[in-house]
């Protein structure tokens, strides 16, 4: 089983839609990381947090530690949101980032 | 420019080859890593360094050397090329260690045929 799980794998939706893509994981953190990567290959950080939750524009992270699940929402999707959306914990007994696979993202106009 | 700079950002080798893959970066960052990207795999780490005289392998290490020529530059080199090592590569760099914001590099595509 993997330590970091983000489910759905793949997500179409319209645009205006809400989006959540979810973030489960098996080990302790210390802080949970919400990152895209567009089309083109580059990966930008969007989000960085270890409790509550923090909001930026449209998008809202999420994360209940007891739970040790995160989440990300999209409000008012836009074709331009489609990427692939990858959740990353850093464990907290040693150095090392834990990588989700990655949620797909496309928003049809 | 970019934070955080990568070259070559495409290169297409032969088995065999000696590779070299360069990271320079203008944040300050005393954290450097080193990732590769498989279709429908997560990111795994190659090296990462804290500081110039700090190298630690990551989980994917055999294959692979890395240089810290200095806090702004991390290099990656694949001694012997071959095909399996044929993904895309990252850098990437952060202040503080994982509770620190990542940045990162716009990637390096290799092609070992």
């Known amino acids: 089983k993997n330590e970091v799980e983000q489910s759905p794998q793949n997500l179409t939706a319209q645009e205006g839609e809400f989006i959540t893509i979810n973030c489960s994981y098996s080990v302790g953190i210390s802080a949970l990381h919400w990152l895209q990567q567009h089309p083109g290959g580059g990966i930008v950080s969007l989000f960085m947090?270890?409790?509550?939750?923090k909001k930026h524009g449209r998008l809202i992270a999420t994360i209940n530690i007891q739970e040790k699940h995160s989440s990300l929402h999209i409000t008012a999707s836009h074709p331009r949101d489609s990427a692939v959306y990858i959740c990353a914990v850093g464990e907290a007994s040693n150095y090392q980032l834990i990588w989700g696979a990655g949620t797909k993202l496309i928003i049809k106009p | 420019d970019a934070d955080v700079t990568q070259t070559p950002r495409n290169r297409i080798t032969k088995t065999g080859k000696r590779i070299m893959l360069e990271c320079s970066q203008t944040?300050?960052?005393?954290?450097m890593y080193w990732y590769r990207q498989d279709p429908g795999l997560g990111l795994r780490l190659i090296y990462y360094?804290?500081?110039?005289?700090?190298?630690n392998k990551g989980e994917i290490s055999d294959g692979y050397s890395v240089s810290r020529q200095a806090q702004a530059k991390f290099s990656l080199s694949l001694e012997s090329a071959i095909p399996n090592q044929t993904a895309l590569y990252f850098c990437?760099?952060?202040?503080?260690?994982?509770?620190?914001?990542?940045?990162f590099g716009e990637g390096s595509r290799l092609t070992v045929l």
């Open positions: 947090l270890s409790s509550g939750k």
């Open positions: 360094s804290f500081d110039v005289k700090d190298i």
């Open positions: 944040k300050g960052h005393d954290r």
């Open positions: 990437a760099t952060s202040y503080g260690g994982y509770t620190g914001e990542l940045f």
